[in-house]
């Protein structure tokens, strides 16, 4: 689709006044921005075209990279068609030391899918899967036979000794299948007279062997004693730990030490587990080495992974806590080699201007200029009381209290488990809520311009989608200029945390590129902003003074990472509390 441009000249006479006018020019500066265009797509050569023109961008800052115009990707195209082209980019152009802001466009990938397997890993999964397969098949004959000890009735009438369903349940099932089945052979067996009791045990004994290896669970039934003539082995008698079982954990922890042939070495220790822990733990192991090339959690927004462009060799699989958080990263790996980020790193600022239209993201790019001017005026509603989670809902009450304690502006907290309701709920400016997943409301009357975001799962799954009902293209496609959220499960410690989101944002000292990087825990991770990165709302406008900033031990950090806007422009007075909404008390109660 082409997009007609406004009258270019016309705009870049008006920006020059705008930017003529403005007291001191801000942290985030135009020729500190990058803007990545995806060659195979016009739409987004004309918002990059278009978005460099008006905000004044060297001409030589639009970066190419040429990709298939969808929104996921696979790591490995991720890394050889959009992550190295970008920095061959910047290197050939020597911008590597003065680029600190990538913007992607529309139709450069927005996610990234898990790592895929090697073929050697795919060989190795295989046979964990051959094995899985043939330990559970063992372990449901195991189960049938236990159903048939001591049985009254003839096994044919068995259910287990019946055909096999179609579909085998699942291996945790099948485990609590195989221990009632066990419980209920020994309570048959404890009902018989010795004489008959002592015939049948050595078979139960060699099934419970079969099934639990070395090692009982803990409390499981016993068979009560035999008489001494009979009795095998004391029923009440056993060693809490086995020898065996101390020697064969030594020799798994000297196979997995083991520096080669990882692959034979998993194989042994699979086999060691067998005896250990029977069909249970072999097929435990088993589904576990299956899984151990699955990747799983490698996933990403394009972006957070951009924010890593110069850092090499960093762990892929989970989060990694942004070093540059103010609030501290958060962050978890679960397997291979840790990665830990210092201050010395250098992470990009990253941002993205899309939506579900062109027409959209020009719409967007223009509110910002327009508002950034005049300033950002409304109300900043925080809309807490989802109680699953106590220790964020404080944070949203806590950026509530903190604004309409020391901010120039009109704040709304809501601690009630109800969505908050647009007719309640007039001149939204700022915004943070939560939890309708995937399912916006119209919670608010938005203003033009408006910045914030909804926290829930999988939000930014797609921006293109005409039927995605995320908040983060739905907030866009109400006129909001900057939101961020998830394109994947991010867990709520990935969020910014809104006590340092919203402070920093409403002083005027940073753009809303710098506030996201300054607030995000995360690296590398699911989450991605959506926003022109130079937009400053309140920079003519500031609703914090500097000194309110440097006041407070957290937000006064921010300036050991980036240098903040030198604001001059006056703190308006203090608005007259009115009112809040019948559904939204003005101050939250005392938790």
């Known amino acids: 689709m082409s997009f007609s441009f406004p009258a270019s000249r016309t705009v870049l006479f008006a920006l020059a006044a705008i930017f003529a006018a403005a007291p001191v020019v801000q942290a985030l500066t135009p020729d500190q921005v990058a803007v990545i265009v995806n060659d195979k797509s016009e739409k987004s050569r004309t918002i990059a075209e278009y978005y460099i023109k008006v905000r004044q961008i060297p001409a030589d800052h639009l970066i190419t990279i040429s990709v298939k115009p969808q929104e996921n990707i696979s790591d490995e195209d991720y890394r050889t068609q959009i992550a190295e082209p970008i920095r061959k980019a910047l290197l050939e152009k020597k911008l590597d030391q003065t680029i600190t802001c990538l913007v992607t466009t529309y139709d450069v990938p927005l996610r990234t899918d898990n790592i895929a397997p090697t073929t050697a890993e795919k060989v190795e999964i295989t046979a964990y899967q051959k094995a899985l397969a043939a330990g559970r098949a063992e372990l449901q004959e195991v189960t049938a036979k236990l159903d048939r000890v001591a049985a009254p009735q003839p096994a044919a009438s068995s259910p287990a000794s019946q055909a096999a369903p179609a579909k085998m349940p699942d291996l945790g099932t099948q485990i609590e299948q195989f221990k009632k089945a066990a419980q209920s052979a020994i309570s048959r067996l404890n009902a018989l007279d010795a004489a008959q009791r002592a015939k049948l045990a050595p078979a139960y004994r060699e099934l419970q062997q079969a099934g639990f290896g070395l090692t009982l669970p803990p409390k499981f039934p016993q068979l009560t004693a035999e008489p001494a003539a009979t009795q095998t082995q004391p029923a009440q008698s056993q060693p809490s730990v086995d020898p065996r079982v101390l020697e064969i954990n030594r020799q798994q922890a000297a196979l997995a030490a083991a520096p080669t042939d990882q692959d034979k070495k998993r194989l042994e220790i699979l086999t060691l ?79 993205r201007l899309d939506g579900t239209s062109v027409e959209k993201v020009i719409s967007m790019i223009d509110t910002s200029i327009r508002v950034e001017k005049d300033g950002l005026d409304g109300v900043a509603y925080f809309d807490a009381g989802f109680a699953r989670i106590p220790s964020y809902d404080h944070e949203i009450i ?79 496609n109400h006129g909001f200029c900057g939101t961020l959220g998830p394109g994947y499960e991010p867990y709520v410690n990935a969020f910014p945390n809104p006590r340092l989101f919203f402070p920093l944002l409403v002083s005027g000292q940073y753009t809303q590129g710098e506030v996201w990087y300054l607030t995000c825990p995360t690296v590398s991770w699911a989450m991605g902003y959506v926003g022109d990165p130079l937009y400053n709302p309140f920079f003519n406008k500031p609703r914090l003074s500097a000194e309110q900033i440097a006041a407070d031990p957290l937000l006064a950090k921010a300036a050991e990472i980036l240098p903040p806007a030198k604001v001059t422009a006056p703190i308006p007075p203090k608005p007259v509390p009115t009112t809040a909404p019948a559904t939204a008390p003005a101050t939250a109660p005392t938790k």
């Open 398 to 476: 806590a950026a509530g209290e903190y604004l309409q304690k020391n901010a120039a502006m009109q704040v709304v907290i809501d601690t009630k488990p109800e969505l908050l309701k647009a007719k309640d709920c007039p001149n939204a400016a700022l915004y943070c809520g939560w939890y309708s997943l995937k399912n916006y409301q119209d919670s608010c009357q938005w203003l033009p311009g408006a910045v914030g975001f909804h926290i829930a799962s999988f939000e930014m799954i797609s921006l293109h989608d005409p039927h995605e009902f995320g908040w983060v293209a739905a907030l866009l």
């Open 273 to 351: 587990e067998r005896e250990k822990s029977g069909l249970i733990g072999y097929c435990q192991k088993a589904e576990a080495f299956s899984h151990l090339f699955d990747h799983r959690e490698t996933y990403a927004c394009v972006d957070s992974e951009l924010m890593l462009l110069w850092v090499k060799d960093y762990s892929r699989e989970g989060m990694l806590p942004n070093p540059k958080c103010i609030g501290g990263g958060s962050g978890r790996r679960r397997r291979g080699a840790e990665t830990t980020l210092t201050s010395e790193d250098r992470i990009m600022i990253t941002a």
